[in-house]
Nanobody, 121 residues
Framework: QVQLVESGGGLVQAGGSLRLSCAAS????????MGWYRQAPGKEREFVAS????????YYTEIVKGRFIISRDNAKNTVYLQMNNLKPEDTALYYC??????????????WGQGTQVTVSS
């Protein structure tokens, strides 16, 4: 049974940092590309970042480039999202996902329950 469990969310002031974690189980993590999405209130879920399973290539949505870093630890079956210089507009429910990277596009196929990130101004 596939499971993705996010943690690390919380309340932070603008300019602060958080590191999200996503513990994966039920599939071969080391050969699966992983990504992060987010959904703000009243908005559609949007792609944030992804990481290829083998080459370590990473992709980011433009608005987080230079601030967010996705990484993974295959020994721990965990993917991370380091978020720096957070802005109030980063406030959202953050989900990790397993999926595929086709070209430079990540297509999620299974999502976790999410962890809330709230950035105060």
């Amino acid at each position: 049974q596939v499971q993705l469990v996010e943690s690390g969310g919380g309340l932070v002031q603008a300019g602060g940092s958080l590191r999200l974690s996503c513990a994966a189980s039920g599939f071969t993590f080391s050969s699966t590309s992983m990504g992060w999405y987010r959904q703000a209130p009243g908005k559609e879920r949007e792609f944030v970042a992804s990481m290829h399973w083998s080459a370590g290539r990473t992709y980011y949505t433009e608005i987080v480039k230079g601030r967010f870093i996705i990484s993974r630890d295959n020994a721990k079956n965990t993917v991370y999202l380091q978020m720096n210089n957070l802005k109030p507009e980063d406030t959202a429910l953050y989900y990790c996902a397993r999926g595929q990277i086709i070209g430079s596009t990540f297509r999620g196929s299974y999502w976790g329950q999410g962890t809330q990130v709230t950035v105060s101004s």
